[in-house]
């Protein structure tokens, strides 16, 4: 199994629509959690972080963490076509190594 | 405020050369960590450095090393260039590594052929 999973996608919204990215991991002593957006060609940049059970919101962003069911979610709201890209879902190592796992992406396509 | 910085961008190297990689985090920050990323995947972790001290170091041979300077800037060095060493190489920098918020570069594309 791997530690993060993420549906690869690609997802496709309407414009306007809300697009609902998922990603479940696997070490239940895992506290911290990211979610980042990477366009083609580009570097991941980061768009949100949860450390507690329930939504966070920014924007037009959501974050949601449910630690029971080792669940994080993102929704984008008024999806537009510059929201199209990868948005990758990151897991710290609880082992204090620094380490962030990250799932293999999910590609999010807005369609016009 | 400037955020990281790496260099080169881009970087050809042949099978077996030694290649140098440089990051600069963002001012303030102390923790910077090596990420490499292959297309379709999500970055792997190579190392992570605190006050120049390793922290933590991913699965990686022993031809990947790093260090970290005095500035918190740092280098990640790869010997013995193989064709699979070709990816995305990624700085991030952040306050206190750990479970702050991570803050990734523009990245180095390394070509090996």
């Known amino acids: 199994q791997k530690e993060v999973e993420q549906n690869s996608g690609p997802l496709s919204v309407p414009e306007g629509a809300i697009a609902s990215l998922n990603c479940t991991y696997s070490?239940?002593?895992?506290?911290?959690f990211f979610w980042y957006r990477q366009y083609s060609g580009k570097s991941p940049e980061l768009i949100m972080s949860?450390?507690?059970?329930g939504d966070k919101e920014d924007g037009r962003f959501t974050a949601q963490l449910n630690k029971a069911s080792q669940y994080v979610s993102l929704l984008i709201r008024d999806s537009q076509p510059s929201d199209s890209a990868t948005y990758l879902c990151a897991v710290n190592d609880p082992g204090n190594t620094g380490k962030l796992i990250f799932g293999q992406g999910t590609t999010l396509q807005v369609k016009p | 405020d400037a955020g990281v910085t790496q260099s080169p961008t881009h970087l050809i190297k042949t099978r077996g050369q030694q290649v140098t990689l440089r990051c600069s985090p963002i001012?303030?920050?102390?923790?910077v960590s090596w990420y490499q990323q292959v297309l379709g995947q999500g970055p792997q972790f190579i190392f992570q450095y605190y006050e120049k001290e390793e922290r933590g170091r991913g699965n990686f041979p022993d031809r990947f090393s790093a260090r970290q300077f005095p500035n918190y800037s740092s280098e990640l060095n790869v010997n013995a260039l193989l064709l699979g060493d070709s990816a995305l190489y990624l700085c991030?920098?952040?306050?206190?590594?750990?479970?702050?918020?991570?803050?990734f570069g523009q990245g180095t594309r390394l070509t090996v052929v």
């Open positions: 949860i450390y507690s059970n």
């Open positions: 991030a920098s952040s306050l206190w590594g750990g479970d702050t918020e991570a803050f």
């Open positions: 070490d239940r002593v895992s506290q911290s």
């Open positions: 001012s303030g920050h102390k923790s």
